[in-house]
């Protein structure tokens, strides 16, 4: 199986596992975090929830870090990786221990509330600079040909993590919550986070400070913020497939964001009456394990699709099938159906973020990777965001509405074309060679253990043709 067979390639490198490890540790305690969030704001007895309390929700942990984004992504690329990790899961550690405080108190008076929401933004826009970068990290643990198979097996930790840090958050609380008041039980969720990120944080002192880069390090002017943005953006116009596949992922996130602020609303509001806290929860848990089955085997089967089929027919695949699993069977609106669609469509999405991760990881150089990867999050969060807005808007209280899914199926349809249109002739295969390569044992990544004090090897620098870009 050419899963398997690219893990265990990708294992052999030591610095690839350190950070296997780190990001499996932040993405466990990012997903408590998030289930603890989701039990106080949008599953309290007292409330029930509507698609503009989604949005609103959204829009305050997503939108601060896509406006922020820009000036934050210029230290990826000048001060050290290894560092952003290691302080960035500190100050969540802290965050998360003032939250469980606040929460614990009780949240009455509107000053407290600002320091819950404000806490909740800090934690989840850091989330994001983190997430990011990991992904720039990333080039400096592999080899060139390994891109492919390393955005397909990394993609899995994210669902595994939200699988293992999730489930586990919701039987905590649903077990809590018949022993302990709400508060109480939600406050214990936002601890568990904190001790999360700060395990991470202990996980990244396994890396050497300078070998996940950035190569040249220089201070951080103001002027570097501007002029870096722009100049990421012009490089994403040479290299038209990173930059078209940064344009795809916005475009799957709206309607992709509508269903889930839907199905949300669906399992709180038309399955389940406003008491029915601790089923609605269970249940949508349920849910987003079916879902995150789902990406963990989009991972498995995307390498080998796309070596049968290509990228590009893959990416056409992944959205005409996401147009049909809307109406059928999505717009039955039984939990099964919904349970089967969120199943099939948690695989073509994630298939498409595994592609677009490759398209930016093999199109895209080093120098560039932390300020592209921030454009990414900034698309990838401002589109959900947007997609919530849309749904405040068109969808009602209890989530349900056929037409709607129809439209829906037809934005698919339309961004599957706009694709096939505007993609032909590029090469989307780059970054893929591993699938057809022996395996055998690659040369490995500069090793924090055995050489430390060498600067980092930078294997995404290689010959990628003639061009103002070309390195």
Not at 41 to 68: C, H, K, M, N, Y
Not at 241 to 257: F, K, N, Q, S, T
């Amino acid at each position: 199986m050419e899963f398997v067979r690219g893990l265990r390639r990708l294992w052999r490198h030591p610095l690839f596992r350190r950070l296997f490890a780190v990001r499996v540790a932040a993405q466990a305690a990012d997903a408590v975090l998030q289930v603890a969030l989701a039990s106080y704001v949008l599953f309290s007895p007292e409330r029930q929830p509507d698609a503009a309390a989604i949005a609103g929700v959204l829009a305050l942990t997503l939108l601060p870090f896509s406006v922020l984004g820009p000036f934050v992504s210029v230290v990826l690329d000048r001060v050290s990786r290894r560092q952003v990790l290691l302080i960035t899961e500190i100050i969540r550690a802290v965050l998360g221990l003032s939250l469980a405080v606040l929460v614990a108190g009780g949240i009455a008076g509107g000053g407290e509330k600002v320091l819950f929401y404000g806490g909740v933004l800090l934690a989840m826009s850091f989330n994001r600079f983190l997430l990011a970068a990991l992904s720039a990290s990333l080039p400096h643990t592999i080899t060139p040909e390994e891109y492919l198979v390393a955005n397909s097996v990394v993609p899995t930790v994210g669902p595994a993590a939200v699988i293992i840090g999730g489930g586990t958050a919701t039987g905590l609380r649903l077990v809590l919550g018949s022993r302990v008041p709400t508060s109480a039980a939600d406050a214990v969720l936002f601890a568990l986070a904190a001790c999360g990120f700060l395990v991470s944080a202990a996980l990244s002192l396994r890396i050497g400070r300078t070998v996940l880069g950035p190569g040249v390090g220089e201070p951080t002017r103001t002027s570097d913020v501007v002029r870096g943005l722009v100049t990421a953006l012009q490089h994403l116009r040479v290299r038209r497939e990173a930059g078209l596949g940064l344009i795809m992922i916005g475009l799957h996130r709206v309607p992709y964001g509508v269903v889930t602020v839907a199905t949300i609303l669906v399992y709180r509001n038309y399955f389940h009456t406003v008491d029915e806290v601790d089923a609605a929860i269970g249940e949508l848990g349920i849910l987003a394990l079916v879902t995150g089955i789902g990406f963990v085997l989009a991972a498995a089967v995307t390498p080998i699709v796309r070596h049968r089929i290509g990228a590009r027919a893959w990416m056409i695949s992944c959205f005409v099938a996401s147009a049909v699993l809307q109406t059928f069977p999505g717009a039955t609106y039984t939990r099964a159906g919904i349970l089967v669609a969120a199943f099939l469509c948690g695989v073509l999405a994630q298939a498409i973020k595994i592609n677009v991760d490759t398209f930016v990881q093999a199109h895209v150089d080093d120098d560039f990777k932390g300020r592209v990867f921030v454009i990414y999050d900034m698309v990838f969060n401002v589109a959900l965001v947007g997609a919530a807005a849309i749904g405040a808007l068109i969808l009602p209280l209890n989530g349900r509405s056929v037409p709607i899914l129809v439209i829906i199926s037809g934005c698919y349809l339309i961004t599957g074309l706009v694709f096939a249109v505007l993609g032909r002739g590029l090469a989307w295969d780059q970054g893929a060679e591993s699938l057809t390569t022996p395996d055998v044992d690659p040369v490995d990544p500069v090793d924090p253990v055995d050489r430390a004090v060498d600067p980092p090897v930078e294997p995404d620098r290689v010959q990628r043709g003639s061009g103002p870009a070309a390195k």
